[in-house]
């Protein structure tokens, strides 16, 4: 996909462009509605509009998966997630197992070693003890496989009917590593763009999980640790890696999008060189929704300079789950903080920010 | 309040004692019931009897308000906390102040000083923008107020009738002060019992703005942040200050049964020494509910050797707002893992943790 493959195509593209490119969101709706909890354009109205006028942190405006500071020179790395998974058990997990990856795996992509994290949980009145214990001991498991450390705990009861089983939010604190610099601000026109592996499995597990469908098929979350995976990615192509992301709420659609604004670069992903399985494919038509935006519980994109691309997607694939690793396009110059996709009937389009949420409620 | 003031009344208290001093505690009951979450027995059943057992961390068994650990020889605390309080405003604060405050504040009762947070927001589809935006502005101001860093966020939107209004959940980390070695296990006999002001504000202003009194008195939320008190504390004390805890959840009265029972000591309290306000006594009466159980938002509890009680005394009652510090009662060694306390009336009883849950959804 090099910029001699964009065409006179761009014209028509240029349109949409226009209208689309990126400004600092204003937040104007007079209610919240399920949109702002989907991870797309209405999240980030909300994060741009509200919180980052009001906490003007620096490490929030860079809006990545983690945030950084520093005590006594020492770099350290925090994240937080609520999960209000509906299911909160689905094929291949469940929202105990899902918090504590879905933190870790923020910090393994702003290149931190998980160390320790916390859970909190909210629990619905009436909540049977056995599923309480069944996710406790999830927790537990999860945490031990991921090798961090849980460190404190809360607890808080609502009247039934004011939490759906339970909710829990994990935080995680990381060791900073420092064999990559990782900012999409590095992203340069020729960086190879990797998926760690098939995409839109976890979304699609859920769908499937809640019967919503009426499809016999049956798919599993892809839920892990990332450490590995980062640690990998790292290792190969040390200050080369410009960028990690955990393509989880909006997909791996959505966390291209951010990239690219936050970069102002383009990217160019070739639609036929995506891993997706035959169930997420079949599920994703039936829906219309594309694979691409569907969440991901265990896929990391990266971002690498092409002299270290193709030992990046060698040592990925080495890495035990990630054998259909792939690299799935590039960054361009133009149109900057845009996502084009060369689609696998041979068009070309954006891949804008969904506005809508055509999946509430996946983690 | 010496050992000496200990009389014959011991012996009604003794068979008292036998049924309840500390086991383990079992979690035997089918579901979760709104006491779970009060901070009382019930908490502590679910905590020592699901999560510790599951979890087994060190931090953990400690059960202290934030769990320590170590990168790089770095001494960190971190804690967290989800605030379900209804109402979302009430005299004095809000949520979004209170959720800043209380974790910072179990920071500093682990001698930490607070550092960076992290806030994760669940919001309720339909929530008002403007309640939003208040909310979002009272963390800032709150978070700028404890000087603490917001360092990452996370916001999730659940379906209209699945959450109430909003629920926030924060984290912090704080680097640990070397001033003085804190743990329940260092309590000796004869040890003086501080608290840093009037007990049982919070839990009553948040009563009477639910009107669930019909009492047309008004008294203020104390939520404020502790950082200063336990720095007052600690300078003051040294290594002769040998805990604080934050009483919150359960009041002063479940933080001295959560300290008797982790030092294997007993305190005794002096009931007309506890600085509480008309007002507070005054709904604690009509409720039936002993403001020593009330939540506080902003009350250290610290216990301190007797040869530096007095400056610690006179160190709080310096930082302001703390004027009404007082020193309650004393450590002692007889009857172990309880609290007594010596009534206005002339009675002593045994006050125990309670066993359910007057006021929920407090914080």
């Known amino acids: 996909m090099s910029e001699t493959a964009v065409t006179g195509r761009e014209e028509r593209v240029r349109g949409i462009i226009e209208t689309a490119r990126a400004k600092r969101p204003r937040f104007k709706e007079p209610r919240v509605t399920m949109s702002h909890g989907a991870g797309g354009k209405a999240t980030q109205t909300l994060i741009e509009g509200v919180f980052v006028p009001a906490f003007g942190s620096g490490a929030l ?5 983690a945030g950084n500071f520093t005590i006594d020179e020492l770099g350290l790395a925090m994240t937080t997630d609520t999960f209000v998974v509906r299911p909160i058990r689905f094929p291949g997990g469940s929202i105990g197992e899902l918090a504590v990856n879905g933190t870790v795996n923020d910090l393994a992509a702003g290149g931190a070693r998980p160390v320790a994290i916390t859970v909190a949980l909210v629990l619905e009145e009436g909540l049977e003890a056995d599923d309480l214990r069944a996710e406790v001991e999830a927790i537990a498991e999860a945490a031990k496989v991921a090798e961090v450390q849980i460190v404190a705990g809360d607890t808080k009861v609502v009247e039934r009917g004011h939490a759906d089983s339970l909710y829990v939010c994990t935080t995680g604190v990381g060791r900073l590593d420092h064999r990559s610099r990782l900012s999409p601000a590095s992203l340069r026109a020729g960086d190879r763009v990797l998926v760690s592996g098939p995409v839109g499995e976890h979304g699609t597990a859920i769908m499937l999980a809640r019967g919503d469908l009426g499809l016999d098929a049956e798919t599993e979350s892809d839920t892990r640790p990332l ?9 190969a192509a040390g200050e080369e890696l410009r960028c990690m992301r955990d393509a989880t709420r909006g997909g791996v659609a ?11 670069a383009s990217v160019l992903v070739a639609e036929d060189r995506v891993p997706v399985s035959p169930t997420v494919a079949a599920a994703g038509e039936l829906l219309g929704i594309d694979p691409m935006y569907v969440a991901n519980e265990g896929v990391m994109v990266a ?3 092409p002299g270290s691309a193709d030992a990046a997607l060698e040592a990925l694939r080495a890495v035990p789950g990630c054998e259909a690793a792939a690299d799935i396009g ?3 110059a133009e149109p900057p903080g845009m996502v084009l996709i060369d689609t696998a009937f041979g068009g070309r389009r954006v891949m804008d920010l969904l506005a809508g949420d055509p999946l509430p409620r996946i983690c």
């Open 303 to 305: 971002c690498v300079a």
């Open 227 to 235: 450490w590995d995976v980062a640690d990998a990615l790292m290792e």
């Open 330 to 332: 590039e960054v361009g």
């Open 254 to 264: 959505t966390v291209l999008n951010e990239l690219a604004r936050a970069s102002k």
């Open 61 to 65: 405006e860079e809006l990545a998966d």
